[in-house]
Nanobody
Framework: QVQLVESGGGLVQPGGSLRLSCAAS????????MGWFRQAPGKQRELVATITSGGSTNFADSVKGRFTISRNNAKNTVYLQMSSLKPEDTAVYYC??????????????WGQGTQVTVSS
């Protein structure tokens, strides 16, 4: 079994920063792409940023220049550093990972979500 556990969400004022972390654990043989998605109330889940095992990154236009994504392959962990936060960044943020599970195959996993609220 594989689990993704997120941490780092919370309440922050506009212009502030937060760092999200997501650690994968379990019978992991290899992790391919990892990423972050978010879902605001009444809206569809949308991609925020992704990073490949080799370090190539991709960002939604709405967060380019404000968010960075990184990963520690030795710790099976992905990070999202969010800066210059805006009220429209308020959402539940979900971690996602494409994982080869030992003895089973390749699957897509999601974390439980962590709330980020940007408000004064």
């Amino acid at each position: 079994q594989v689990q993704l556990v997120e941490s780092g969400g919370g309440l922050v004022q506009p212009g502030g920063s937060l760092r999200l972390s997501c650690a994968a654990s379990g019978s992991i043989f290899s992790i391919y792409a990892m990423g972050w998605f978010r879902q605001a109330p009444g809206k569809q889940r949308e991609l925020v940023a992704t990073i490949t095992s080799g370090g190539s990154t991709n960002f939604a236009d709405s967060v380019k220049g404000r968010f960075t994504i990184s990963r520690n392959n030795a710790k099976n962990t992905v990070y999202l550093q969010m800066s210059s936060l805006k009220p429209e960044d308020t959402a539940v943020y979900y971690c996602n990972a494409d994982i080869w599970v030992a003895g089973r195959g390749r699957y897509d996993y999601w974390g439980q979500g962590t709330q980020v609220t940007v408000s004064s």
